[in-house]
């Protein structure tokens, strides 16, 4: 299995400002994703971080909103841009141990966008 | 294309009962991993069992037992003598292990909100 930290677990932030989220992997992990979940809904993937490459990003998704680094094999970040309240979820990290492996997910990080 | 459907939005029981939450799935691809998360209200999301296509074994573990039916794409999760700590969201999910685009991806189900009243 695969422990996953985030961090911050959770931020109030400003309209227009952006945020940072740290992801932390405790093995070297293959696949690597950042999923959104909005309040009452299921997880949506935004993209599949890709260690030293540009990420690969869902429909409806693009880089400019949300950029995403992995520079290494257990670490990765997303940013979420020019935030506005539509942008308030739970963003959650993911890691998969290879391509049939089973997908585990971090604690999380509660943002609220005023 | 992937689908998970989780045609229970919520389900309300009082301790003790036992309860079954549905998962239908749609994929066309013959080698696929079926999923069971629970989310409790802390927000994180708990890896409860994975299951591949080519293993129709039904699973117990505990309280908990996961009946896998290829003949109708369903994987349903049962929870006897439902306890209070059980209160969550729980989600199905898949991935598929073809080749395309969308292979290896895991799709969530919309979740079944379990509530166990004491």
């Known amino acids: 299995s695969a422990v996953i930290s985030q961090k911050p677990s959770r931020d109030i932030c400003q309209r227009g400002t952006s945020l940072t989220i740290q992801c932390q992997v405790d093995?070297?992990?293959?696949?690597m994703f950042w999923y959104r979940q909005q309040p009452g809904q299921s997880l949506t993937l935004i993209a599949t971080a890709n260690q030293g490459s540009e990420a690969t990003y869902e429909s409806g998704f693009v880089i400019d909103k949300f950029p995403i680094s992995r520079p290494n094999l257990t670490f990765s970040t997303l940013t979420v841009s020019n935030m506005s309240p539509e942008d308030s979820s739970i963003y959650l990290c993911?890691?998969?141990?290879?391509?049939?492996?089973?997908?585990?997910f971090g604690p999380g990080t509660r943002l609220l966008v005023l | 294309a992937q689908k998970v459907t989780q045609a229970q939005t919520e389900i309300s029981v009082v301790e003790k009962e036992d309860v079954t939450l549905d998962c239908v799935y749609e994929t066309r691809d013959t080698t696929y991993y079926l999923f069971w998360y629970k989310q409790p209200p802390s927000g994180e999301l708990v890896f409860l069992i994975r299951?591949?296509?080519?293993?129709?074994q039904n699973e117990i573990s505990g309280r908990y037992s996961w009946n896998f039916q290829k003949s109708t794409s369903s994987f349903n999760f049962t929870i006897t003598a439902s306890q209070v700590v059980d209160s969550a969201v729980y989600f199905c999910a898949l991935y598929f292990g073809g080749s395309g685009g969308s292979n290896y991806k895991l799709t969530f189900g919309k979740g079944t909100l379990l509530t166990v009243n004491p």
């Open positions: 093995s070297q992990v293959t696949m």
């Open positions: 993911s890691a998969r141990l290879s391509r049939v492996e089973t997908q585990y």
């Open positions: 299951r591949n296509s080519f293993d129709e």
